[in-house]
C-alpha cells in the first residue's frame, strides 16, 4: 500500500500527508480550495506550525507529495476533514459526507479507508459505511475501515503527530492491523488496536475530560471572585496534593475539539450526559462573563475604547478556530464598545488587526484574551503613555502585575476578587 489519498489539507490533513511522503509514500493530497492547493503545489504553507513549511517543501521537493483539487485510485483514503458545529450545537458531518461520496468512485477491492476526522460514536459503522458501500464493494470483505483519530496540539502538531500514542479501531480485525501498519511506518509511539466505535469514543472522551476540568477550574474562579481571593492561589496549592490536578481558568475554551467534541455526546445522549452539558454551558458562558467584567471597568467611560490583545484561541499559534476571542469581542461591539485588536500570529481575519500602539492609544482598557508570549514582554511604562484610561484586564494571567501596578495600570484578573 504505497499510493495514498489524503482528503482535506488543513491543521491535521497537510501534515499528515507530508510525513507520510517523507516517510516513503505517494501522496496526493486533496483540497477543495484552489489557493490551498496551488500553495502546497508551490511548497508553501497556507497554515502557522512550527517546522511544518520544512517538511512540505521536502515532501514536494522528492516527489512523493502533490495537491489536487481531485482524488485519484491510491491504496489507502485518509480522511482528515472538518467536523465543525452547527448554530444549534449539533455535529455538521457534511464535510466528512462529501470527502467519502467524493472517493466512492476511485475505490478498488483492498483499498483501505482511514477516517482521522473527530466523529461522533458510531460514524464509521451507521454513516460511513453505507457511503463507502455504494461503490458495490463490502466493508470488511472487498474493502476495508479504520478510525484513528489525531491526537496533537497546535504549535506541537509535527512532533506529537510521530511522538504520542494512537489508537486505531477497525471496522474489522483486518482493517485495524492494515491501518497499524501504516502508522507504524512514522509513529514512534505504541500503536493501540481496538474496535472502530471505541476509537471514536476514546478520542470524544479525552476531549471531553479536558473540557469538563475547565469548567470546573472556570466556575472554582467565579468562585474565588466573589470571595475576594485569588484562583491562582487556589489551583497552585491545591495542586500540591499529589492526586489533585486543577486546571488553568480563562475566557473560554476554543479550538476545533475541546468545544466542539463534548457537544456530539449531548446530542447523542441528551438524558444521560448531563455533566458534560453542564460543562459545555459553563465554559461557553465565559466570554460572557469577561465582557460584564470589562463594561464594569469602563462604567461612566464616554465612547469607551479597548485595546483587544489576542484573537487566537490558544498562545503562539494562528489557530482562531471556535476562539472565545471572537465571542467577547462580537458581545463588546454589540455593547456599543470601540475595539482596536492585535494578534502576532493572525494573519487572514475578518476583523481589521492594527499595530500594537495603534490599539492602546487613547484605549480604556488593555484586554489580554490569548496568552501569546509576545506580550509577556510588553513595556507597561510605554504602554500607560498611549492609553485614556490606565486599565489591564489579564484573562489569562499572563503578565507580572506587579510590575504593571508599578507603572500605574489598575490590575485585574480573572479569577481574582482582589483590588
Known sequence: MKRICVMGLGYIGLPTASVLATNGYQVLGVDVGARIVETVNAGNIHIE????????????????????????????????????????KKADMSYVCQAT????????KGNLVILESTSPPGTCRDMLKPILEK?????GKDIYLAHCPERVLPGKILKELIENDRVVGGFDTLS??????IYASFVEGEIFLTDVTTAEMV??????????NIALANEVALLCESLGIDFGDVARLANRHPRVNVHTAGPGVGGHCISVDPWFLVEQFPDTAK???LARQRNDGMP???VERTMEFLDGVESPKVAVLGLAFKGNVDDMRESPSLD????????????AVHDPFVKNADIDLLPLETCFDGADCLLLLTDHNDYKYLNPRQVIRLMRKPVLFDTRNLLDHEDWREAGFIVRVLGSGRT
Open 275 to 277: 455533566i458534560v452539558h
Open 135 to 139: 461503490s458495490g464493494l463490502e466493508v
Open 328 to 339: 467577547v469581542i462580537k458581545l463588546l461591539e454589540a455593547r456599543g464598545v470601540t475595539l
Open 176 to 181: 485495524a492491523q492494515l491501518a497499524r501498519d
Open 101 to 108: 461520496e467524493r472517493i466512492v468512485p476511485f475505490l478498488e
Open 288 to 290: 460572557h462573563h469577561v
Open 203 to 212: 478520542k470524544v472522551i479525552e476531549n471531553t475530560f479536558r473540557d469538563v
Open 49 to 88: 506550525e512550527p517546522g511544518l513549511h520544512t517538511v512540505v517543501r521536502a515532501a514536494i521537493g522528492s516527489g512523493n507529495l502533490r495537491a489536487s483539487l481531485e482524488p485519484e485510485k491510491a491504496d489507502v483514503f485518509f480522511l482528515a476533514v472538518p467536523t465543525p458545529l452547527t448554530a444549534d
